[in-house]
Protein backbone atom coordinates (compact mmCIF):
# COMPACT_ATOMS: atom_id res chain seq x y z
CA UNK A 1 0.00 0.00 0.00
CA UNK A 2 1.24 3.40 -0.39
CA UNK A 3 0.32 7.04 -0.70
CA UNK A 4 -0.41 7.59 -3.83
CA UNK A 5 -2.75 4.86 -3.94
CA UNK A 6 -4.65 6.42 -0.50
CA UNK A 7 -4.72 9.42 -2.46
CA UNK A 8 -6.05 8.74 -5.68
CA UNK A 9 -8.92 6.79 -3.46
CA UNK A 10 -9.91 9.90 -1.15
CA UNK A 11 -10.14 11.70 -4.45
CA UNK A 12 -13.12 9.47 -5.43
CA UNK A 13 -15.54 10.57 -3.00
CA UNK A 14 -17.47 12.92 -3.66
CA UNK A 15 -16.49 16.06 -4.36
CA UNK A 16 -13.43 15.80 -2.65
CA UNK A 17 -10.67 18.15 -3.28
CA UNK A 18 -6.99 18.33 -2.64
CA UNK A 19 -4.57 20.70 -1.89
CA UNK A 20 -0.96 22.67 -0.21
CA UNK A 21 -2.13 25.26 2.11
CA UNK A 22 0.91 24.98 4.96
CA UNK A 23 3.82 23.93 2.80
CA UNK A 24 4.72 21.81 0.12
CA UNK A 25 5.56 18.85 2.26
CA UNK A 26 1.74 18.52 3.56
CA UNK A 27 -1.28 17.80 1.33
CA UNK A 28 -4.87 18.15 2.59
CA UNK A 29 -8.42 16.46 1.25
CA UNK A 30 -11.29 18.36 1.95
CA UNK A 31 -14.87 18.44 1.31
CA UNK A 32 -16.76 21.90 1.77
CA UNK A 33 -13.30 23.13 2.55
CA UNK A 34 -13.03 21.11 5.61
CA UNK A 35 -10.22 18.91 5.79
CA UNK A 36 -10.78 14.96 6.40
CA UNK A 37 -7.85 13.75 5.63
CA UNK A 38 -3.81 15.06 5.26
CA UNK A 39 -1.26 13.67 3.13
CA UNK A 40 2.26 14.24 5.11
CA UNK A 41 5.04 14.02 1.73
CA UNK A 42 8.43 13.78 3.57
CA UNK A 43 7.80 11.09 6.04
CA UNK A 44 10.40 7.96 5.73
CA UNK A 45 7.35 5.65 7.21
CA UNK A 46 4.53 7.28 5.11
CA UNK A 47 1.12 7.81 6.58
CA UNK A 48 -2.01 9.52 5.96
CA UNK A 49 -3.90 11.37 8.66
CA UNK A 50 -7.47 11.19 9.03
CA UNK A 51 -10.73 12.29 11.55
CA UNK A 52 -12.61 10.34 13.78
CA UNK A 53 -15.19 9.60 16.40
CA UNK A 54 -13.32 10.20 19.60
CA UNK A 55 -14.39 6.59 20.98
CA UNK A 56 -13.30 5.34 17.49
CA UNK A 57 -10.04 6.93 17.46
CA UNK A 58 -9.23 5.63 20.93
CA UNK A 59 -10.66 1.59 19.86
CA UNK A 60 -8.42 2.02 16.62
CA UNK A 61 -5.39 3.20 18.46
CA UNK A 62 -5.95 0.17 20.96
CA UNK A 63 -5.99 -2.65 18.26
CA UNK A 64 -3.57 -1.40 15.86
CA UNK A 65 0.17 -0.37 15.51
CA UNK A 66 -0.25 1.41 12.57
CA UNK A 67 -2.79 3.95 14.83
CA UNK A 68 -1.44 6.81 16.59
CA UNK A 69 -2.26 9.88 17.78
CA UNK A 70 -1.63 12.86 15.33
CA UNK A 71 0.73 14.94 16.46
CA UNK A 72 0.18 18.27 15.11
CA UNK A 73 -3.62 17.75 14.72
CA UNK A 74 -6.52 17.64 17.41
CA UNK A 75 -5.14 14.04 18.89
CA UNK A 76 -9.09 13.33 20.43
CA UNK A 77 -10.58 13.29 16.48
CA UNK A 78 -7.12 12.76 14.57
CA UNK A 79 -5.66 9.52 13.86
CA UNK A 80 -2.22 9.09 12.16
CA UNK A 81 -2.33 5.69 10.20
CA UNK A 82 1.43 4.30 9.16
CA UNK A 83 0.84 2.83 5.52
CA UNK A 84 3.56 0.28 6.14
CA UNK A 85 2.42 -1.47 9.38
CA UNK A 86 -0.17 -3.76 10.15
CA UNK A 87 -3.19 -2.41 8.32
CA UNK A 88 -4.72 -3.34 5.40
CA UNK A 89 -5.43 -1.51 2.48
CA UNK A 90 -9.03 -2.16 2.47
CA UNK A 91 -8.96 -1.17 6.54
CA UNK A 92 -7.35 2.14 5.33
CA UNK A 93 -9.89 3.01 2.79
CA UNK A 94 -12.25 1.99 5.31
CA UNK A 95 -10.73 4.76 7.63
CA UNK A 96 -10.51 7.39 5.11
CA UNK A 97 -14.13 7.08 4.45
CA UNK A 98 -15.04 7.12 8.18
CA UNK A 99 -13.37 10.33 8.20
CA UNK A 100 -14.76 11.83 4.96
CA UNK A 101 -18.39 10.99 6.75
CA UNK A 102 -17.57 12.58 10.13
CA UNK A 103 -16.65 15.77 8.27
CA UNK A 104 -20.07 15.66 6.69
CA UNK A 105 -21.73 15.25 9.17
CA UNK A 106 -20.55 19.02 10.18
CA UNK A 107 -21.65 20.31 6.94
CA UNK A 108 -25.45 22.03 6.70
CA UNK A 109 -28.09 19.35 6.15
CA UNK A 110 -29.38 21.04 2.93
CA UNK A 111 -25.56 20.09 1.35
CA UNK A 112 -25.25 16.96 2.82
CA UNK A 113 -27.38 14.68 1.08
CA UNK A 114 -24.92 15.37 -2.16
CA UNK A 115 -21.52 14.03 0.25
CA UNK A 116 -23.29 10.96 1.33
CA UNK A 117 -21.52 7.89 0.38
Not at 94 to 116: A, D, G, M
Request: net charge negative; hydrophobic share 40%; proline share 5%.
Amino acid sequence: MNIEEMRLFALTLQNATEDMPFDETTVVFRVENKIFMAIGMEHVDPKITVKCDPEIAVELRERYEAVEPAFHWNKKYWNDIYLNRDMKPKEVREQIKNSFTEVVKKIPKKLRQQYEI
